[in-house]
């Protein structure tokens, strides 16, 4: 495969969803990018990410039929990715994707070389953002803020962009990131983006 899988990670209310949308948007006309739409068993919510919701019996189905290409569990939801990743990342394309750091030893064996990408943002920050999504009371988040953050397997090192700024600032950072991966050094729609002093 030429392409590069880019594997998304970070705590709750960390902001991964809103960081992977402005890049996004940044690359809608670029189709050297790829951002999939995950499989969950989770209904569809206008706040959160745009998903495929499914049943588990269906999820179950798509699984044993192969339909995945990644696959993990995690707070008693089943997350999966397509395998038309696979095609993408034959073709020479960036695909980046917001995972689970349960999965990354196996997917970084078996799609080399993976570059793992950890968006960070100060606990208060989190909280604050989890608490306006509304989904959750307040002894749950903090039970979601204290939770602790499994290690990294695959002995990968993340490159950390901070978000607790402007979502403007660490979209740029992570955008940036990805045209490095592209297959040509430059792209002219990354440079059209005005620079800010």
């Known amino acids: ?103 990354l030893a196996d997917v970084a064996h078996r799609y080399p070389p993976t570059v793992v990408v950890e968006i960070a943002a100060s606990s208060e920050i989190r909280a604050a953002r989890i608490a306006a999504r509304g989904r959750e009371n307040a002894a749950d988040i903090m039970q979601r803020i204290g939770r602790n953050v499994p290690p990294n397997s695959a002995k990968l090192q993340p490159t950390v962009i901070q978000n607790n700024g402007s979502l403007t600032e660490a979209g740029r950072d992570f955008c940036r990131l990805l045209e490095g991966f592209a297959p040509t050094s430059q792209s002219p729609h990354f440079m059209a983006l005005p620079i800010e002093k």
């Open 1 to 103: 495969m030429t392409g590069r899988l880019v594997l998304v990670v970070g705590p709750s209310g960390a902001g991964k969803d809103s960081v992977l949308r402005y890049a996004m948007a940044h690359f809608a006309d670029d189709a050297r990018f790829v951002f999939p739409r995950r499989c969950v068993t989770r209904a569809v919510d206008a706040a959160a990410e745009d998903h495929d919701s499914l049943d588990e019996r269906t999820f179950d189905e798509l699984a044993g039929k192969g339909a995945f290409a990644l696959m993990w569990e995690a707070h008693g939801l089943k997350y999966g990715v397509r395998r038309e990743i696979n095609d993408h990342l034959r073709d020479g394309r960036v695909v980046a994707i917001n995972v689970s750091r349960t999965i």
